[in-house]
């Protein structure tokens, strides 16, 4: 627990999540114990020392030296993931864990193709991930949704073969989906290879996003914003060297979906103090924090907002106002909004007179 005086104010804040893989939510231990029970093979600890146990293993996450370190791992813990009643455990698990920090609102990515490959079918995939999603909504009180990821690094084809598996479904006109978006290794695989499957969607009425400017520079953010034409942006945070490029986001009201603790953890910045965070308050760039795959990078959503504050030291105003920033851009109906603005004002009325008393 950090030790700033905002911290119990973090903590009650009502959060909504907008960049986390339900994937890169497997700890270790759920790890070891789903390779048991479907009799998956993990590397051993002759190839890899990391495979020794859960610990060894998380320890290993404290060394990634790129995205592309962290995703041979990440890869490995998907092999583990066989039958509905894995995915629904491993994303109660997650919810489990938001709740705990104050998500009251979770909009989650999940990578079909990874599993679709392995020949886990698409059905199973989404039957366990949206049972968990029920359950989060009726357990916790959280509001929930899937967003289809296209893996960047696999042919635009089968980007498109997904999207027609998913229509076919109906899961965008049911609400099973919320939306489509773009993940994976973000160098040497340009937006524009997926403008058609994005043009598709568009023609639905479908919601996108995509990953833009976390290894590569602000003309990935522009690619993705032409060829796609995205109403948000994961990561984003290389737009930082285009003035213009932060206007043009700021004007627009698309929402950024920031994850410091990733960014530091693939060696994207040196540190969370260099996370844009303050350049976007005064751009006006709205944003969100988020914790991208926490099983990995060390942190949820709360770790997050913690690291910030200890980087950046924002006044409780500042902080309202991310806060509303991630309201106003969750991909949810104006009635659930204002129930989370409501939860937002209460907290605020329970803790300004307190933080500007210099208590708590």
């Not at 270790?28 to 990391?50: E, G, H, K, M």
Request: charged share 20%; with cysteine.
């Amino acid at each position: 627990m950090c030790k700033d005086p905002l911290h119990p104010f973090l903590a009650a804040l009502p959060k909504c999540e907008h960049h986390m893989h339900l994937e890169g939510s497997l700890s270790p231990a759920l790890l070891f114990t789903l390779a048991a029970r479907n009799d998956i093979s993990l590397p051993s600890s002759t190839d890899d020392p990391a495979f020794e146990s859960p610990d060894t293993l998380l320890g290993r996450y404290d060394h990634f030296t790129s995205l592309d370190d962290f995703l041979h791992y990440y890869f490995i813990g998907m092999s583990c993931l066989l039958q509905a009643s894995d995915f629904e455990l491993l994303a109660w698990e997650y919810f489990q864990r938001a709740h705990a920090d104050g998500v009251v609102h979770a909009e989650v990515f999940f990578d079909p193709q990874a599993h679709t490959e392995r020949g886990v079918p698409y059905d199973t995939v989404v039957t366990g991930f949206t049972r968990a999603c029920r359950r989060a909504e009726s357990e916790l009180h959280m509001s929930t949704g899937l967003i289809l990821c296209f893996l960047r690094h696999l042919p635009a084809a089968q980007a498109e073969q997904t999207f027609s598996v998913a229509n076919a479904r109906a899961d965008f006109t049911t609400g099973t989906l919320l939306g489509i978006g773009l993940d994976s290794s973000e160098l040497g695989f340009p937006a524009p290879l997926f403008r058609h499957v994005y043009g598709r969607a568009a023609q639905q009425g479908i919601r996108r996003t995509a990953h833009a400017g976390e290894e590569g520079g602000p003309e990935m953010i522009r690619a993705a914003l032409t060829a796609l034409d995205i109403s948000r942006i994961d990561h984003g945070i290389r737009m930082v060297a285009d003035e213009a490029l932060m206007a043009h986001v700021a004007a627009r009201q698309l929402l950024v979906t920031v994850c410091p603790l990733s960014n530091v953890r693939l060696k994207c910045v040196p540190s969370v103090a260099d996370v844009p965070i303050r350049v976007f308050l005064q751009r006006g760039v709205r944003f969100s924090l988020n914790s991208d795959d926490p099983a990995y990078f060390g942190g949820y959503v709360l770790a997050n907002f913690c690291a910030v504050q200890a980087a950046h030291g924002l006044g409780m105003e500042e902080w309202v106002q991310i806060s509303r920033n991630a309201i106003e851009g969750s991909w949810c109906g104006e009635g659930r909004k204002g129930e989370i603005r409501g939860l937002l004002d209460q907290v605020v009325g329970e803790y300004r007179g307190v933080m500007e008393s210099g208590g708590g």
